[in-house]
C-alpha cells in the first residue's frame, strides 16, 4: 500500500511515498529554507504542486501527514477532517513553530488531492499513556486546567518504531519488555516505555525540557528567565528564542550545533567543545538512570536518531558506567557498528549483558505511513455491540501453595464462600490482613484457585492508605513491584513483590473478540453509561480466553469516578451499568 508521507517542519519540508508494508521508497522529495519564501502558504504551494506533478502517475492509497502537538485530544493517528482541523490550529499555541506550517500543509494538501483519505499522525500520541504522576507539573491546579498546562512528550513516532524494532529483534513482544529509548538528533528525547506503554519522557509540554540538544538548553532552572530578564533587560520572545536557539550544543560549544564538529574539535582540545559533550552526556545518562529506577528494571536500552545511530563516541559515553544496571558495552563492537537499510539494528552490548543495549535506525516516515495503513485498513475500528456488562473488582489477593501454607497452615484448602463470574474462580472464606509502611487492611478477601505467584490487587486510595506505591500492571506481572506482609491466623508471609493496582480490563472468549474485531493484549477506548453520567475510559486492556466470560474489571476508584454502583459488598461484584468499545490503539 503506498502512503505520500508529509512533513512539513517549520524551514523545511519532506515528502516521501512509501510502501508501508515493505519500507521501500518509491520517491522522495525535499526542500529547505521555505520561510524565507513568505508565508506559509505561499512557501508550500510549488512545492506541492511539483510533488502532485511527480506522483501523478503513482497508486496513492492516502497521505499521512507529521503533526507536532496533538494535545490532550488526539492520543493515535487520526482520519482528517474540518474538525479536525479546526482542533489542530487550536492547539498552535501550544506548538507555535511547528503546529501552523503542519496546518497550512494539510489544507493545501486536501485541496490537491480532494479524492484521498488524509490522515494526521502525531508526535504526542505515543505518551498519552504516561501516568498523571509523568504528566503533571507542580503548579496550581485551577491554572493547569485552565491552560491544559501538562507534560505531552514529543518524538513519538521514534520511540514507539523502535520499542517495535528492538522487540522484534530480541524476538519477543514488545508489551513484554522495559525499554528506554533515547531518540539523539537536533532535537533529543529519552523515553521509558513499559511493556507497550510510554510511562515518562523527557520532554514536557514544549519540547524544549529534558536532554541538551542542538540548540536548546534543556532542563534548566525555571528562576533562570526571570533572573535574564531582570539583569539583561531580555522580553519574554527574546528569551524564548535563547532558550531554543542559541543554547544547548551551540550555546556551549560557540561552535554550532553539530555534534560532528563539536566531537572533533574536543579531540582537538578545545574545552568549550569537550565541555559540551561531557554536559550533553551526563544528562543522558542521568535520564537512562533514572528510567531504569521508575521501572523497576530495564530489557534493552536503545540509541536512535542521528547522533545515537552514527555516534560511538556519544553512546560510549552513554553507556560505559551502566554495569550495576547489567548492561556491559562491548566496546569494539560499538566502534565498528554501522547500521544500513538491511541491518537497522544492530546490539552493541557484550553476550553476558542482561540488559541489551542497541542502536537502532529509527523511520518516522515509515511510521507514519504504516499508521496511515493500518488506519486505511480500519485496524483501529471495533464493533460497538454488544454491550459489555461491568463488575467492580474490590481489594483482594491470589496465593501460592507455599503461601497459604504459612498462613493458614500445612496443606489448607480455600473454601468456596461464593463462585465468581469467570468460570472456575470464587471469592474464599479465608481472608488475610495487608500490612503495609503506614497502615493495615483486614480482612483482604483471597480468590482461588491458588496461583503460581502471589499477588495483591489494591486500589490508588488503598495504596495511600498503606503507604505503599503500587504501579499499574497487567495481572500476572509482579516483577520489580513493591511488597508487603500478609498476616494469616496460622502466621506471616512477607512478599518481596506482588502489590499492584490491576490495569483495567475486559475479559472475552476469542467468539466475543472476533465478535467485537479485536485480539488477545489490545489496548481500547470504552465509553461507560450510567443513569448519572457517561465516562471514557482510555487504556483498557483485553484479556482473551476460552475460559473467560464477557466482563470489563474495574477498581472501586474507578467505579466511583464514573458513579458505578454495587449492589454487593463482595470482591468483584457485577453492576448495573454497561460499556460499549469505542476504537482500539494501533500497536507498533
Known amino acids: 500500500m503506498h502512503i505520500l508521507v508529509l512533513n512539513a517542519g517549520s524551514s523545511s519540508i519532506k515528502a516521501a511515498v512509501v510502501e508501508a508494508g515493505t519500507g521501500e521508497r518509491i520517491f522522495e522529495l525535499g526542500a529547505d529554507r521555505l520561510l524565507d519564501r513568505g508565508g506559509h502558504r505561499k512557501a508550500l504551494h510549488p512545492f506541492l504542486l511539483e510533488l502532485k506533478d511527480k506522483a501523478g502517475g503513482l497508486d496513492i492509497a492516502g497521505i499521512g501527514h507529521r503533526v507536532v502537538h496533538g494535545g ?47 490522515f494526521a499522525v502525531f508526535d504526542t500520541a505515543f505518551h498519552h499513556s504516561l501516568p498523571k504522576r509523568a504528566q503533571t507539573y507542580a503548579l496550581p491546579k485551577d491554572l493547569i486546567r485552565e491552560y491544559g498546562i501538562r507534560r505531552y512528550g514529543f518524538h513519538g513516532m521514534s520511540h514507539k518504531y523502535v520499542a517495535g524494532r528492538a522487540a522484534t529483534f530480541l524476538k519477543d513482544d514488545y508489551r513484554n519488555l522495559r525499554i528506554i529509548s533515547c531518540h539523539l538528533g537536533n532535537g533529543c528525547s529519552v523515553a521509558a516505555i513499559e511493556f507497550g506503554r510510554s510511562i515518562e ?12 540538544m542542538g540548540t536548546r538548553s534543556g532542563d534548566i532552572d525555571p528562576g533562570i528567565p526571570a533572573y535574564l530578564h531582570q539583569k539583561t533587560g531580555m522580553n519574554t520572545e527574546e528569551i524564548d528564542a535563547l532558550l531554543n536557539r542559541d543554547s544547548g550544543l551551540k550555546g556551549l560549544s560557540g561552535a554550532g550545533n553539530d555534534m560532528r564538529g563539536i566531537l572533533e574539535r574536543s579531540t582537538q582540545g578545545d574545552p568549550d567543545c569537550q565541555l559540551a559533550v561531557q554536559v550533553y552526556t551526563h544528562r543522558l545518562r542521568k535520564y537512562i538512570g533514572a528510567y531504569a529506577a521508575v521501572m523497576g528494571g530495564v530489557d534493552a536500552i536503545v540509541f536512535t536518531g542521528g547522533i545515537g545511530e552514527n555516534s560511538s563516541i556519544i553512546r560510549h559515553r552513554a553507556a560505559q ?91 489448607h484448602e480455600l473454601t468456596v464462600k461464593k463462585w465468581l463470574s469467570q468460570p472456575g474462580q470464587f471469592a474464599a472464606e479465608e481472608s488475610v490482613t495487608v500490612v503495609g509502611p503506614r497502615n493495615r487492611i483486614e480482612r483482604v478477601r483471597i480468590l482461588g484457585p491458588l496461583r503460581s505467584v502471589d499477588q495483591v490487587e489494591i486500589s490508588r486510595t488503598d495504596e495511600f492508605f498503606l503507604g505503599i506505591d503500587a504501579p499499574v500492571r497487567e495481572s500476572g506481572k509482579v516483577d520489580n513491584t513493591p511488597g508487603c506482609q500478609l498476616l494469616g491466623p496460622a502466621g506471616s508471609a512477607d512478599l518481596e513483590d506482588g502489590v499492584i493496582c490491576a490495569w483495567r480490563h475486559i475479559h472475552m472468549t476469542p467468539e466475543d473478540a472476533a465478535q467485537f474485531g479485536v485480539k488477545d493484549r489490545d489496548v481500547v477506548e470504552v465509553a461507560v453509561s450510567t443513569n448519572e453520567r457517561g465516562l471514557i475510559f482510555g487504556n483498557v486492556l483485553i484479556r482473551v480466553n476460552p475460559d473467560y466470560k464477557l466482563e470489563m474489571h474495574i477498581d472501586t476508584d474507578e467505579g466511583n469516578a464514573a458513579e458505578i454502583q454495587s449492589g454487593d459488598a463482595g470482591v468483584i461484584d457485577v453492576t448495573d451499568s454497561l460499556a460499549t468499545l469505542r476504537k482500539r490503539a494501533t500497536v507498533a
Not at 89 to 96: I, Q, R
Open 321 to 411: 558506567r551502566l554495569d550495576y544496571l547489567g548492561a556491559v558495552i562491548d566496546e569494539d563492537r560499538n566502534h565498528t557498528l554501522q547500521l544500513s537499510e538491511t541491518e537497522d539494528v544492530i546490539a552493541f552490548s557484550r553476550s553476558h549483558s542482561r540488559v541489551k543495549l542497541l542502536a537502532i535506525r529509527t523511520d518516522e516516515q515509515l511510521a507514519i505511513a504504516r499508521d496511515c495503513a493500518k488506519l486505511l485498513r480500519h485496524e483501529d475500528e471495533v464493533n460497538t455491540r454488544p454491550a459489555i456488562p461491568i463488575a467492580i473488582s474490590a481489594r483482594h489477593c491470589h496465593l501460592t501453595r507455599a503461601t497459604l501454607d504459612k498462613l493458614y497452615g500445612e496443606g
Open 72 to 118: 490532550a485530544e488526539f492520543d493515535g493517528a487520526t482520519r482528517i477532517t474540518d474538525e479536525v482541523e479546526q482542533k489542530i490550529e487550536a492547539l498552535s499555541d501550544l506548538a507555535p513553530l511547528h503546529n501552523p506550517i503542519n496546518l497550512a500543509g494539510i489544507r493545501l494538501a486536501r485541496e490537491l488531492w480532494p479524492e484521498l483519505p488524509q
Open 201 to 212: 519522557t523527557s520532554m514536557g509540554m514544549t519540547p524544549l525540557e529534558g536532554l541538551v
